[in-house]
């Protein structure tokens, strides 16, 4: 925590800091129990509770709302309890009680713009998965790490990433972490330039969504569904330069983003919807996307809103002096600066 300045500013570096990460949780794990009595099931029980309370701050409020009190928490409560004596079955319980959260403070922190201090999170988070020996949870891990490779302009391991996933859940069921798996691939071969690939992906992701039930899901693929899934989409057809089908998958994730009242899906997705009008050189219909873009995006702290907003004033502004992309520029402008 002391130090969340100097690690906000650490770069991503793909692959960076797994020998540490690896040292640290086997030196953890390994050294005699610190005093503070036997762990118990009911210790993982409230460890996973406080894990659902913190995930609905960050889907309805943004990763840079909680990030800080979680840390504080992980940091002074759950690590501890890794030193602390318990069973077989509580630690494998404890360890993924443990990577849940700290995939979360990692999720935050990428949804914030802190890349650095994202990806050692995540790196964490998979060794922590995988001393708990539940495979679908390293393949969400993996997921995410997807997601950032591919944000941070490197989509071929993105790809890498999302293909490992999958290799995961060859020995777990989760058709939520699928689905998000083979959207992320869609993501990445939409910016590799693999137009057919990127299609097979977004199919198999939508066939892998269709077996979803919620009720059989892990409380970590909550955010997984049809208003995440479709906005994804959006973005993948976006980059591929096919504004129907892009204008399609937005507007069916803005549609349950407004029923659930998810300001930052809706937000996003409104940006994607803003792009496919502007492909269609449709400007009156991209500013009036874009206004809602900004409308949602005040309600939630993201760095993820923030640049779609930066994105959507550099696609505007080929469109010369029209008095439009003036009007948006100077909304998005007050907009930046405030955030």
């Known amino acids: ?147 950032q490779a591919t944000l941070l302009g490197d989509p071929a391991e993105g790809r890498r990433l999302a293909r490992a996933g999958r290799a995961g859940l060859a020995r777990a069921t989760s058709p939520a972490c699928l689905a998000d798996l083979w959207c992320l691939e869609a993501r990445a071969l939409a910016l590799l330039g693999d137009r057919a690939g990127a299609a097979h992906a977004v199919a198999a992701s939508e066939r892998a969504q269709e077996r979803v039930r919620p009720e059989q899901e892990a409380d970590w693929a909550a955010f997984i569904d049809v208003a995440y899934l479709h906005g994804e989409h959006a973005n993948t057809f976006r980059d591929l330069g096919d504004a129907g089908a892009a204008e399609e998958h937005a507007r069916r994730s803005i549609g349950h983003a407004r029923q659930q009242k998810r300001a930052r899906r809706g937000a996003m997705s409104q940006a994607a919807l803003a792009v496919a009008h502007l492909q269609r050189r449709d400007l009156e219909s991209a500013h009036a996307a874009g206004l809602r873009t900004l409308a949602l995006a005040r309600q939630v702290k993201s760095s993820r809103c923030v640049e779609a907003v930066q994105d959507l004033r550099q696609r505007m502004r080929p469109f010369g002096r029209h008095r439009l992309v003036a009007d948006f520029e100077e909304r998005a402008a007050r907009f930046v600066t405030a955030a």
């Not at 979680?70 to 319980?93: I, M």
């Not at 404890?94 to 959260?101: D, S």
């Not at 914030?112 to 393949?139: D, F």
């Open 1 to 147: 925590m002391d130090r969340r300045g100097f690690l906000a500013t650490a770069p991503f570096v793909a692959v960076a800091g797994v020998g540490p990460s690896r040292d640290w949780l086997v030196n953890t794990l390994d050294r005699p129990p610190s005093s503070g009595g036997r762990v118990g099931i009911e210790d993982v029980s409230a460890v996973r509770n406080m894990f659902s309370a913190f995930q609905r701050v960050d889907i309805f409020q943004g990763g840079g709302s909680g990030r800080l009190l979680l840390a504080r928490y992980v940091t002074r409560h759950v690590y501890p309890l890794l030193r602390r004596t318990y069973g077989e079955e509580v630690r494998r319980a404890l360890c993924e009680a443990a990577a849940e959260q700290t995939y979360l403070l990692g999720w935050m922190a990428y949804d914030n713009g802190e890349h650095g201090t994202a990806q050692r999170y995540l790196i964490q988070s998979l060794r922590l998965a995988e001393e708990s020996t539940n495979a679908a949870l390293g393949a969400h891990v993996l997921a995410g790490m997807a997601d």
